[in-house]
């Protein structure tokens, strides 16, 4: 079973809506969640983070956290085309400070 | 906003030769990390440093692989004798402490081996 599965293909969505990503882990005693962006031949760049169940907001962006059922969840709201980029999930595993990346989901948004 | 820096940005070596890609970590950090993308897969954790030693490392950091800091503020991935597998991105993370504290990403060194 894969560490960090981000299984949906790209999505691409009209400038202003709402970009909805989704992330599951296997590891049941992760204890850090991470979303980093990535755009084309860069490095990742970290956009938001959460620790705990619930919602969590930053601007535009608001990742949420399940731990009972291993997912974890970003909203981009407003999308602009700056925000076209792919979005990579990453889970800190309990007692390591290792990041176990999925592969990561490519959103375009169209102007 | 102080960022992880790293050096060269773009580095191609004969299959065989020995490499060493340098990164000088956020200054306040106590926690240094390696990681590689493969063009289209997905980045892939190599090592992690604390306190001058390796705090934990991949199945793909094998012998060919070792990490140094020699000085106060330079932290190096250095690799042995390269192979054409080890062509990729290298990105060097550092944190203010492990677990929870967000690591914060270097532009990164895009490795060709010939």
């Known amino acids: 079973q894969k560490e960090v599965e981000q299984n949906s293909g790209p999505l691409s969505v009209p400038e202003g809506a709402i970009a909805s990503l989704n992330c599951t882990y296997s590891?049941?005693?992760?204890?850090?969640f991470f979303w980093y962006r990535q755009y084309s031949g860069k490095s990742p760049e970290l956009i938001m983070f959460?620790?705990?169940?619930g919602d969590k907001e930053d601007g535009r962006f608001t990742a949420q956290l399940n731990k009972a059922s291993q997912y974890v969840s970003l909203l981009i709201r407003d999308s602009q085309p700056s925000d076209s980029a792919t979005y990579l999930c990453a889970v800190g595993p309990r007692g390591n400070n290792r990041l176990a990346f999925g592969k990561g989901n490519q959103v375009v948004v169209i102007p | 906003e102080p960022e992880v820096t790293q050096t060269p940005s773009h580095q191609v070596t004969q299959m065989g030769q020995e490499v060493i890609l340098r990164c000088v970590p956020i200054s306040n950090h106590l926690y240094f990390y390696w990681y590689r993308q493969i063009l289209g897969q997905k980045v892939e954790f190599l090592v992690s440093f604390y306190n001058n030693e390796i705090s934990e490392k991949s199945e793909i950091f094998d012998d060919q692989f070792s990490v140094e800091r020699p000085d106060g503020s330079n932290f190096t991935l250095k690799i042995r004798s390269t192979k054409l597998e080890d062509s990729a991105m290298y990105f060097c993370a550092s944190s203010k402490d492990n677990g929870n504290q967000p690591q914060h990403f270097g532009d990164g060194t895009r490795l060709s081996i010939l």
């Open positions: 959460i620790y705990s169940n």
């Open positions: 590891d049941r005693g992760s204890q850090s």
